[in-house]
């Protein structure tokens, strides 16, 4: 009985420090954020974390691993929500995109390696442990996509790499309102890349921007 009690306030005040951090993250990023502030933030003093925490990239670790989790399970959903390769790709990708729209901290959340063109890390070993949880989600879109192109996982990986940083970079033009004065947002620009792979038709918007090129370019061969 008493072991339960510790064990239930224990994962209490580890739900309470995650809180707090995510709200010191989110306003100073890992570069800016302190134990202290984020003992503040909790209510607590800097020693009631360390038993749980041994750095601030812990705890920053800790957010991100259960944020790319959350990804996995999304994304794995959706694929196997569909039928075949090709609408597996087109569902994951899209389930990937969707998720961090919709829960766009964690897009900066994902970014904590990034400070301008300076690489950053939480350390050699939790940097790994995300790396590889991050290969995980990518890993759900790479193998319909391998199955669609008649190719080894490895050898789709550089069209994976290339999804993946298409999305990521439209995710951070859109949350930094560079897309709109180009009247296109991330879900186009996802969706004239898959057209590109041929795993869906071009958006609507795409073909009626071709269609009057197409028309012009035949009226003057006309004439």
């Not at 064990?7 to 302190?34: C, H, M, Q, W």
């Not at 620009?189 to 898959?194: D, H, N």
């Not at 590109?196 to 795409?206: A, D, F, I, Y």
Request: glycine share 8%; hydrophobic share 45%; aromatic share 6%.
């Amino acid at each position: 009985m008493t072991q339960g009690w510790a064990r239930s306030v224990k994962v209490a005040k580890r739900e309470l420090l995650l809180r707090a951090a995510r709200e010191e993250f989110a306003e100073l990023g890992l570069e800016g954020a302190t134990m202290r502030g984020i003992a503040m933030r909790a209510g607590c003093s800097t020693g009631a974390i360390y038993p749980l925490f041994e750095s601030k990239e812990a705890i920053y670790a800790d957010l991100l691993q259960h944020s790319l989790s959350a990804l996995d399970a999304h994304v794995a959903a959706a694929v196997q929500s569909v039928p075949g390769p090709k609408a597996q790709v087109a569902a994951g990708c899209e389930a990937f995109l969707g998720y961090y729209l919709e829960n766009r901290f964690e897009v900066n959340l994902g970014l904590y390696a990034f400070r301008g063109v300076k690489r950053q890390g939480v350390g050699k070993a939790l940097d790994d442990t995300l790396n590889r949880a991050l290969a995980q989600v990518l890993e759900r879109i790479a193998e319909p996509l391998g199955r669609l192109q008649g190719r080894e996982r490895a050898d789709v990986r550089p069209w994976i790499a290339l999804l993946f940083s298409q999305m990521i970079g439209a995710l951070v033009l859109q949350m930094a309102g560079r897309l709109k004065f180009l009247d296109t947002d991330a879900r186009m620009l996802l969706a004239m890349m898959l057209d590109q792979l041929g795993v869906v038709n071009s958006p609507p918007r795409e073909q009626a921007l071709r269609a009057p090129r197409k028309a012009a370019s035949k009226s003057k061969f006309q004439k």
